[in-house]
């Protein structure tokens, strides 16, 4: 298929581009670099640095055979202080996709949502069925834009999937998180054992999970952007269909810490500090539905291959 990837110069975006050109895709990345990096554009790609409201028309005016959607502001509290950034920048921009797609009669789009659409879960694991309360800012503007999609399929026959990602980590080789503003858990405990920081905070030891500390769904890169290509092959004209993607198992932010000392062989100091505003105590994903309908199966689902991953990448010293 011929592709166009936004986002794709961004951690998750460059891995699923990665992984599209390896099974022998066609792909154009548009990334206007804020937050990406253009060495991470896989090779193999056509790389268009730009906006994506301002050049999906153009863009699209070649045949597309689809649209995977990553390009989006994604800090959840930055959300809460510069609401304009994530309405106008996720929200208004994908709208311009949307009606890019269907000027141009482009057929597939898969979104890049995530589990913050469903906010405080009633329980865990969360189904997709489960009620969408988010909690923040960043989860409700990709709530409205998972609505518009359900609109654009119904009136306009897109073939659409929507991805929930709970919790992404590790890396697929070269192509790994490198944020400017590190805020991820994994990342942030991996920058102590390299002597990046003095120590990591645990925010809260007083959750009501077992060891007091939040409990996450964590999921591998390669198998998230897996997910992604099977969208592709299931997505059916008119229809828009949603799926979590998680592992279906919990870990505390302490059994991660855990985990990252294992595996880097380093003491990794950890203070504990007040919650965070916004956390859920326990965010588990039900992926059962992709298991079922996309044939979905994560491979390297084991936390400590997930860190693993994610070391051997933070020791390629790539800036970020
Ligand atoms: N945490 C710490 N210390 C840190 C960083 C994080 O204790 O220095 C804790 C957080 O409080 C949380 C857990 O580690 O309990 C995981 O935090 P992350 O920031 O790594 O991830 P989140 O669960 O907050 O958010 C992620 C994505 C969001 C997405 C959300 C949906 O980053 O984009 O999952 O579940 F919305």
Redesign the pocket.
Known sequence: MKLLVTGGAGYVGSVCAARLVESGHEVVVVDDLSTGHADAVPQGCRFVEADVAEVAGSVLAERFDGVLHFAAK?L?GESMVDPRKYWEGNVVTSLRLLEAMRENGTPRLVFSS???TYGEPDSVPIPETAPTAPTNT??ATKLAIDQAITSYASAHGLAAVSLR???VAGAHGQFGERHTVE????P?VLQVALGQRDQ?????TDWPTPDG??V?DYIHVTDLADAHLLSLQHAEPGTHRIYNLGNGTGFS?KQVIDTCREVTGHSIPAAV?PR?EG?PAS?VASSQRARDELGWTPHRADLTTIVQDAWNFAGLGRPA
């Open positions: 994604s959840v995530t589990a913050a960043y989860g990602y709970f919790n805020t991820h858990l994994i942030i990591v905070q645990m925010y809260g500390t939040c996450r932010v500090a965070r956390d965010l």
